[in-house]
């Protein structure tokens, strides 16, 4: 079993700042990728910023030049930082990891995580 913890949701101001981070911990083979998704009230979840291994991180045109989306490997953990904030912004941020695990028997198989989301909240 694989845990996702998030931190770093809050209130702040139009153009303000925020890092989110979540750490993933538990039977890690290893990691494919990691990703930020967001969901605000009545709309459908949607990819914010991804960040596969070995490949290029890649950004929803919305955030683009706003947001950075960095890993630390050592760590298992994956930040968002959020500049220049929009009140359009606000949503529910969940972290997502896709990867691969270790069961009882120590067999490999794949893996799909989410954290359990944290509150973004940009105030005009």
């Known amino acids: 079993q694989v845990q996702l913890v998030e931190s770093g949701g809050g209130l702040v101001q139009a153009g303000g700042s925020l890092r989110l981070s979540c750490a993933a911990s538990?039977?890690?083979?290893?990691?494919?990728?990691m990703a930020w998704y967001r969901q605000a009230p009545g709309k459908q979840r949607e990819l914010v910023a991804a960040?596969?291994?070995?490949?290029?991180?890649n950004y929803a045109d919305s955030v683009k030049g706003r947001f950075t989306i960095a890993r630390d490997n050592g760590k298992n953990t994956v930040y968002l930082q959020m500049n220049s904030l929009k009140p359009e912004d606000t949503a529910v941020y969940f972290c997502?990891?896709?990867?691969?695990?270790?069961?009882?028997?120590?067999?490999?198989?794949?893996?799909?995580?989410w954290g359990q989301g944290t509150q973004v909240t940009v105030s005009s």
């Open positions: 960040a596969p291994s070995g490949g290029s991180t």
């Open positions: 538990g039977r890690i083979y290893s990691i494919n990728s």
């Open positions: 997502n990891a896709r990867l691969f695990e270790t069961g009882a028997s120590w067999e490999v198989r794949p893996g799909d995580y």
